[in-house]
């Protein structure tokens, strides 16, 4: 079974930064493609970025240039640095495969006000 749990939400003006963490068990994070999806208020989840088991990264237009995904496997754990946040980044934010599998975590909130 596939555990997710992922932290490091807070709340944070515009133009700071956070780093999110997902500790993922039960999968082998450097034989899959990993990714960060985020959900806003009264919206859709939606794809943030990606990395796969070559550690090649894509990002979502509205992240490029200031999110950066990674992985430790020796840790199994897969991080999502933001920078330059903004208002419209608020959201609650999981990890999964790509594409997702049925299990999500409870995900990790990350407010962005002014």
């Known amino acids: 079974q596939v555990r997710l749990v992922e932290s490091g939400g807070d709340l944070v003006q515009p133009g700071g930064s956070l780093r999110l963490s997902c500790a993922v068990a039960?999968?082998?994070?450097?034989?899959?493609?990993m990714a960060w999806y985020r959900q806003a208020p009264e919206k859709q989840r939606e794809w943030v970025a990606t990395?796969?088991?070559?550690?090649?990264?894509t990002y979502a237009d509205s992240v490029t240039g200031r999110f950066t995904i990674s992985r430790d496997s020796a840790r199994s754990t897969v991080y999502l640095q933001m920078d330059n946040l903004k208002p419209e980044d608020t959201a609650i934010y999981y990890c999964?495969?790509?594409?997702?599998?049925?299990?999500w975590g409870q995900g990790t909130q990350v407010t962005v006000y002014s």
């Open positions: 990395i796969t088991s070559g550690r090649d990264p």
């Open positions: 039960g999968l082998r994070i450097s034989f899959n493609s």
């Open positions: 999964n495969t790509r594409p997702p599998r049925g299990d």
